[in-house]
């Protein structure tokens, strides 16, 4: 059997929950430096894909119904067409500024887009109500958002919101390929 570090257990139990462990982490080293050992483990113990980049490191999985992360993007690309009908560098944006739940929660609320997508997302509550503290917890279980100060007043995203990005705007030249075929 390999020596696995002393963080093992830690480390797959964190991975396979979701989290994405990023680079200030304790745990980002041991996993950094053996990557490969632990592509190998994931891969042949799970049947997950490790992705590890100097800012984080995260499992990915085959699973297409993936709700959350579906989810995520919504509220992602939502924040986003708001920021970007403010005249703002939306990416830029996201990377470095923190938000007010206040703020957020009232945008999602008056979007047109409420009663068409965001209450099918776990978003809303089962009412259909904005809760956006619940969705925001479960992404700070994930290392994607980070609450700033000690209420869950404010928020900012982490490094991790890149990989986000890097799906969305791959699904957008997927699109416009197909778009510029069809024409």
Known sequence: ???????????????????????????????????EMYADFFKQTFEYELIATTDYVYLKSTNEKDKNSRDFLIFLALLCRELDKDGKDFKQEIESESFLV?????????????????????????KGDIDLVTFLNEWQRR???????????KFRFTKAVGLFFDFATTLANEKLKDETIEN
């Open 143 to 153: 290392n994607v958002v980070q609450y700033v100060g000690n209420s869950k007043l």
């Open 1 to 35: 059997m390999l020596p696995f570090p002393k963080q093992h257990k830690e480390i797959t139990q964190q991975l396979l929950n979701g989290k994405f462990i990023l680079e200030n982490d304790e745990l980002f080293t041991p996993i950094y430096l053996d990557r």
């Open 102 to 126: 206040e703020d957020i929660t009232t945008f999602l609320s008056e979007s047109s887009k409420k009663r068409e997508i965001i209450e099918s997302t776990s978003i809303a509550n089962n």
